[in-house]
């Protein structure tokens, strides 16, 4: 590990300051939506109501979105439905 001069530290922070005003990005992270995310997206609805028509604890679709747990059986083809139609799920909603 090299150590930096106070000039060094100064120009290297005047440096990162010049290029945020730019708008640049030293590095861009994506990140994957979970299916369970991707098929609430689509209907529109809160993880509370999305949970509620999937008949879950919202805890349980927070672990699903958050790849902690995979949904089984009934749930995923719930899941299916909703990112292919979301429509159906948002008119339940109603």
């Known amino acids: ?9 100064g120009e290297k922070l005047l ?11 030293a590095r861009t992270t994506h990140v994957e939506l979970t299916g ?7 209907t529109g609805l809160s993880q509370s109501q999305f949970a509620v028509l999937l ?9 699903w979105e958050q790849g ?3 949904p089984t059986g009934a749930a995923q083809t719930l899941l299916r439905i909703a990112a292919s139609h979301p429509r159906v ?3 339940l909603n109603e």
């Open 15 to 25: 440096r990162s300051v010049r290029q945020m005003k730019r708008s640049e990005s």
């Open 55 to 63: 008949g879950v604890s919202p805890r349980t679709l927070q672990d």
């Open 36 to 42: 369970a995310a991707q098929a609430r997206a689509r």
């Open 89 to 91: 799920l948002r008119e």
């Open 68 to 70: 902690r747990r995979e």
């Open 1 to 9: 590990m090299t150590t930096m001069t106070g000039t060094e530290l």
